[in-house]
């Protein structure tokens, strides 16, 4: 199925490794020339040159988005943008006791601030330009949260939350914005987590015994599994293109059934 993003140029954070990476690889395999973003200029240069060899057009964008000044540096890098894929964030595992007032003013800059500062970079020249779309990587702890990484949680909320009223804001502009919520999906450091956790909650056996336990216990839902990054990847290419002009202010889940409601 053609998804019609030849010709189109999309950004996507936090792309030199895990989920961004197979979202950038997936966009530039529709034809789509991606700009690869990360931290570290050496593994976002090598995701850009993989992407090349496999036929596909990619360029790089090195910063840290928690800052005004390296968020400038990302947005000239990466030029007039078409797509706007807001994945950069972090997490971890700290608990309410844990928790700093430092700690959730810093995961709020990374995980939302940073991706106001894109869109306030790059979705004034969409509108000028009169398509673009703009898609949060957000989750399902937004309306089903645990009781560990409250932060966290709530800066999923707020990027569901931006999402929407970015929506009503570009009413009328050809320009959409969305979210994609994926479940717990299966890259690095969920295979490291999930590894370092077994032995206290009881879970042993091979990977495929962990996975499955995890799925039934830890993060239960219909798949009985993890999600994989294409999965997740594959949600994101269609609200990249035409076929999702109607589509706005919405929020695709691809969680396997983790979220236990109908709307």
């Not at 608990?95 to 894109?118: C, F, K, Q, T």
């Not at 269609?238 to 002009?245: E, H, I, K, M, V």
């Amino acid at each position: 199925m053609d998804l019609h993003l030849k010709g189109r140029r999309a950004l996507v954070t936090g792309s030199s490794s895990g989920l961004g990476e197979a979202i950038a690889r997936l966009l530039a395999a529709e034809g789509a020339e991606v700009v690869v973003h990360g931290r570290n200029a050496a593994r976002t240069e090598a995701v850009a040159e993989a992407i090349r060899e496999e036929g596909g057009a990619a360029v790089t964008a090195v910063g840290d988005l928690g800052t005004d000044e390296d968020a400038d540096a990302v947005a000239a890098s990466a030029g007039p943008v078409d797509i706007l894929v807001n994945n950069a964030g972090v997490y971890d595992r700290l608990g309410w006791d844990e928790l700093s007032s430092g700690d959730w003013a810093a995961i709020y800059n990374v995980n939302v601030i940073a991706a106001a500062r894109m869109i306030r970079r790059l979705v004034p020249g969409m509108r000028a330009r009169g398509w673009g779309r703009v898609i949060q990587i957000g989750g399902g702890l937004a309306s089903q949260p645990m009781a560990d990484a409250p932060h966290y949680n709530a800066t999923l909320a707020a990027r569901h939350n931006l999402a929407t009223s970015l929506a009503r804001e570009l009413k009328g502009t050809g320009v959409t914005s969305n979210v994609v919520s994926p479940g717990a999906v299966l890259v690095d450091h969920v295979r490291e987590l999930v590894t370092q956790i077994a032995p206290a909650r009881g879970w042993s056996g091979e990977w495929a015994d962990l996975e499955r336990a995890a799925s039934d216990e830890w993060v239960p839902n219909d798949a009985d599994r993890f999600g994989r990054p294409d999965e997740i990847a594959g949600a994101v290419a269609y609200l990249c293109g035409p076929y999702a002009d109607y589509v706005s202010g919405a929020t695709l889940r691809v969680d396997g059934g983790t979220v236990r409601s109908a709307f």
